[in-house]
């Protein structure tokens, strides 16, 4: 039988998710979102406002949050947990993984993306198109990785942090939390918590007004 999916959030990043979802042989996907209850995102149509999937999350095989925001990403996929939701992980068929790698729950990958020996990612990352998670590196809950992004061996990423378009981060380098590196940037020295990073080599910027 095919095995069902619920994806909170029908926006662009929902859709990759659902995508990847069908890819790897998920049959019936099926979104929730506070808008366009009734109509369809994609192929996929929108079922019930995201309140609604808190009641039913049991009904499911397997639930996902397909939001882009790391705070509210993280915070619905924790919510569903405590529900006893059956958080899934998506990596997309063309992804690679080392088999000593770890990845926990509510992370999806997708197309090209490569997570090296001895990495270990959170729950609900995203590690987004192309991107590389490289040997013994670490991300914490809630991280996201744009595509393009690199990270060197050993380095580290705290909670809710984003990493832009493009960007690299230089190997044993320690990125704190929430903090937003922006996009193309060389992050080579450790980056504090809350702030944005930019250039090459990265400086920061302001601090992240999004945390
Ligand atoms: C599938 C997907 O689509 S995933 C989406 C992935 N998206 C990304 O990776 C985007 C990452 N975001 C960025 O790079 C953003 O520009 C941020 C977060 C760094 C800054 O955004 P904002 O706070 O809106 O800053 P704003 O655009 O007002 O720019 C402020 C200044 O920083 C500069 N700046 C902005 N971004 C960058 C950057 N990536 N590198 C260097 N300088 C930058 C601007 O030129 C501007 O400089 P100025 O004051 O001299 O004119």
């Known amino acids: 039988m095919k095995r069902s999916l619920a994806i909170i959030g029908a926006g662009g990043h929902g859709r990759v998710v659902a ?3 069908e890819a790897l042989g998920w049959g019936r996907i099926e979104f929730f979102d506070d808008e366009g209850v009734g109509t369809s995102s994609g192929p996929w149509p929108v079922v019930g406002a ?3 999937l808190f009641e039913r999350a049991r009904d499911y095989d397997g639930v996902i949050v397909g939001i ?6 993280l915070e619905r996929h924790r919510a569903l947990v405590a529900r006893g939701a059956a958080m899934a992980v998506l990596i997309h068929p063309s992804a690679t993984v080392s088999r000593h790698a770890r990845i926990d729950a509510g992370t ?6 490569v997570v090296n020996i001895g990495a270990v990612i959170g729950q609900a990352c995203i590690i987004n198109t192309g991107a590389t998670v490289d040997h013994d590196d670490r991300l914490a809950d809630g991280v996201h990785l744009s595509p393009g992004s690199h990270l060197g061996g050993g380095a580290t990423v705290g909670e809710c942090s984003w990493i832009g378009l493009g960007a690299s981060v230089r190997e044993g380098v320690s990125i704190g939390r929430d903090v937003r590196v922006g ?3 060389a992050v080579v020295a450790d980056a504090p918590d809350g702030m944005v990073m930019v250039g090459v080599p990265a400086r920061p910027l302001k601090r992240n007004d999004d945390a």
């Open 19 to 21: 995508d990847c979802a």
């Open 50 to 52: 995201t309140g609604a």
């Open 68 to 73: 882009g925001a790391n705070r509210a990403r």
């Open 108 to 113: 999806v990958m997708f197309a090209g993306a």
């Open 183 to 185: 996009a193309g940037a």
